[in-house]
């Protein structure tokens, strides 16, 4: 939920906007109600009449002679092959006339680039046609995506269409006009489907067909059904770009682990750390939604997209490689610039064989990628971007992070943003129709309930020539002052900003004011949006909000003695910025954020086995069949420490440690006696 003032001119006008965490699923006019059906197929392809229906189509020609593969995606013959064009190009016997490579990759060409999507339901799905709206529906409010009915002018569209079986074209079709179909066929109707088939047709490939599939699920072809082994064929690195996602076994686009069995019990895909795991989804995953927003850019402006950084890619036979960076125009208008190819423009470079697969060419860091979602779907989590270069013919990561929180995992506190404000009062506002709420007056505030005891308020802001400040207020009968606790100064401020507040306790009855001032420009604004309010432990090793949200730095250094202040240095040697347990990850965050930000600490692994039988699964290949996990509990195992060797350097090491010299002189300790103090 979001809170905006916005101020006018004459008179001064105060806008509230109250952004409520529902999209109305209302496309080209017509209302539609959710249609999730509980006894919906759970998974398209552990569906056997569905496989029969699927395997006759895959053995048949369809429409314009494109042929059905992976089951459910219709492939256009006459779609151009980059590999094929860059050969062309790059066998010229003259070298001085040889032209200038072009991407080895297409995936950018078929994004819908205008972000407003015709379509059209043909009569014959009319009978599904609530489904269909209601899964655009969802794939609207999740991105930055229109669906609309077509129009006489649009060249490119969906058309959706009773056939035989579920199955899509993959993107738009940008050498040629016309539509791409989707056909929702018998035990096709459900909303997981549907979205599904439509983001087949919004670019995306199958979830188990990704390149580094092997290292997370294993096939078993053996229970495949004869005929169908085609379509657990993993994809070249020229025929997919997953935008810095990990692999998803959630995925709404992933098969489930009977996917075209043989026979009930006989799986085909397993997870490898977890045979038992479901895979695949009803619902779009968190990783879902990412992909699809960062593959329409949704946080970019209509115009010219950032550049995209792709690695060297080569064709099957790696006579020819190339390395490009490209961009597309985003929207209805023309960009500006030449050389564009179908709405997007590249730069295109030469690389070698041995550079498959690596994002940069040369030693230097590439740009950050923006931070990701909250890992966490409640409570407390964290936020990562990253960024890349070649070292050593090696491709090195470099991870930040930093705390996020999108809702209580279980309840909600009286000033949560979740409660909409229901227990805050306002001052001459009204509410109007889709969730805005707007009043008039130079500045804006909200006023919690009354109460007691020590609280922390943490919410998030974001100004232009504005000011935020909380204010703790009591009641007339308590003959006291208010008091401000925070606030900021009158400016801008772009992104969101995390603030977090101690209300201290008091004797008397007090409550909340958050307050939003502005200047007398009518572009001007102040929003707060993600309001928490929780109690404070007194008996709580802070008695405050936890540190290192207002400013990362690390608490013990306001220590004053000399031997904390080293702790966190310390603390982030041993990899403890890492930690696999997310609560001791987030108190390393909270206490030592400082540290946490700089690069020699936030990309050292915890020296640390976290199991006793690190050692076994180490030597029984569970270092590369499971590589994730084995690296984050089992560092030491995997050979993948970079702290010092497991020892004591000194005699008495053991003597000490049994005198509690572990932890009064923990510094000198845990370099000189690892083993005794037990800190590998």
């Known amino acids: ?104 990759f297409n995936w950018h060409l078929k994004v819908w680039m205008t972000r407003d999507i015709p379509y059209i339901i043909k009569p014959s799905s009319n009978k599904d046609r609530r489904v269909i709206l209601s899964g655009m529906a969802r794939l609207k409010e999740v991105s930055c995506l229109n669906f609309r009915k077509k129009k006489s002018n649009d060249k490119w569209w969906l058309e959706f269409f009773y056939g035989v079986g579920c199955y899509s074209g993959i993107g738009k079709k940008y050498w040629k006009t016309g539509p791409t179909v989707i056909s929702i066929g018998l035990n096709c109707n459900y909303k997981d489907i549907v979205m599904h088939e439509v983001l087949h047709a919004l670019g995306f490939a199958h979830e188990q067909s990704r390149t580094d599939r092997d290292k997370h699920v294993k096939i078993k072809m053996g229970n495949v059904i004869q005929g169908f082994a085609s379509n657990f064929k993993k994809k070249k690195l020229t025929e997919g770009f997953y935008f810095g996602t990990p692999y998803d076994v959630e995925s709404i686009m992933h098969y489930g682990n009977s996917a075209f069995s043989k026979g009930k019990g006989r799986t085909t895909i397993e997870k490898l750390n977890n045979p038992k795991e479901k895979l695949g989804g009803k619902k779009l995953s968190r990783w879902d939604i990412e992909e699809l927003n960062q593959m329409y850019q949704c946080k970019a402006r209509d115009g010219w997209s950032p550049w995209i950084n792709t690695p060297c890619l080569c064709d ?63 409570g407390w989590g964290f936020q990562t971007r990253t960024r890349r270069r070649l070292r050593n013919n090696k491709n090195e990561v470099d991870r930040k992070a930093k705390l996020c929180r999108e809702k209580r995992c279980s309840g909600l506190s009286f000033g949560d943003s979740g409660e909409k404000f229901t227990k805050w009062s306002r001052t001459r506002f009204s509410v109007k129709k889709g969730g805005y709420t707007s009043a008039t007056g130079k500045s804006g505030y909200l006023k919690s309930i009354y109460f007691s005891g020590l609280k922390c308020i943490m919410f998030k ?46 004797k008397f009855r007090h409550r909340i004011v958050i307050k939003g001032s502005s200047s007398k420009s009518r572009s001007n604004f102040a929003s707060i949006s993600d309001i928490f309010v929780d109690n404070i ?120 440690a049994g005198k509690g010299e572990c932890k009064k002189n923990s510094n000198w300790m845990s370099n000189n006696c690892a083993k005794s103090c037990r800190q590998c």
């Not at 197929?41 to 395997?55: A, D, P, Y």
Request: aromatic letters at 6%; glycine letters at 6%; hydrophobic letters at 30%.
């Open 1 to 104: 939920m979001i809170i905006m003032w916005s101020m006018g001119v004459i008179p001064y006008m105060l806008i509230l906007v109250l952004q409520y965490n529902f999209v109305k699923a209302e496309l080209a006019d017509e209302v539609v109600a959710d249609d999730d059906d509980p006894s919906a197929i759970s998974n398209i392809w552990e569906n056997v009449v569905v496989q029969k229906r699927q395997l006759g189509i895959g053995r048949s020609v369809m429409d314009d002679h494109a042929n059905l593969i992976g089951g459910d995606i219709l492939h256009d013959p006459d779609e151009p092959d980059p590999t094929l064009v860059n050969l062309m190009l790059g066998r010229m016997d003259d070298p001085a006339q040889r032209r200038p490579p072009i991407p080895m």
């Open 461 to 506: 802001y974001k100004t232009r020539s504005s000011s935020v400040s909380v204010s703790e207020v009591f009641p007339s009968s308590a003959k006291r002052k208010s008091k401000k606790l925070f606030s900021t100064r009158r400016g801008t401020v772009s992104t969101w900003k995390l603030a977090a507040v101690t209300v201290p306790t008091s």
């Open 537 to 656: 432990d007194i008996r709580s090793k802070w008695k405050k909000c936890p540190p290192g949200l207002n400013v990362c730095r690390d608490e013990p250094v306001t220590m004053k003695d000399p031997k904390k202040r080293t702790e966190c240095k310390r603390r982030g040697g041993q990899g403890e910025c890492n930690h696999p347990n997310a609560a001791l990850r987030r108190l390393m965050y909270h206490e030592c954020c400082a540290t946490c930000q700089e690069q020699s600490y936030r990309n050292k692994i915890l020296c640390k086995n976290q199991n006793s039988r690190c050692e076994e699964w180490a030597r029984n290949g569970q270092c590369t069949l499971n590589s994730n996990w084995m690296l984050a509990n089992c560092a030491p195992s995997c050979g993948r420490c970079t702290a010092a060797k497991c020892e004591d350097k000194n005699k008495q090491c053991k003597t000490w």
């Open 316 to 378: 099957s036979a790696k006579r020819f490689c190339t390395r490009s960076t490209v961009r597309m125009c985003l929207g209805k208008k023309a960009c500006p610039g030449s050389k564009q190819q179908f709405g997007a423009q590249h730069k295109s470079t030469y690389c070698k064989r041995s550079e498959e697969g690596v994002m940069e060419g040369s030693t230097k860091w590439s740009s950050w990628t923006s931070y990701s979602r909250c890992d966490s779907k409640c």
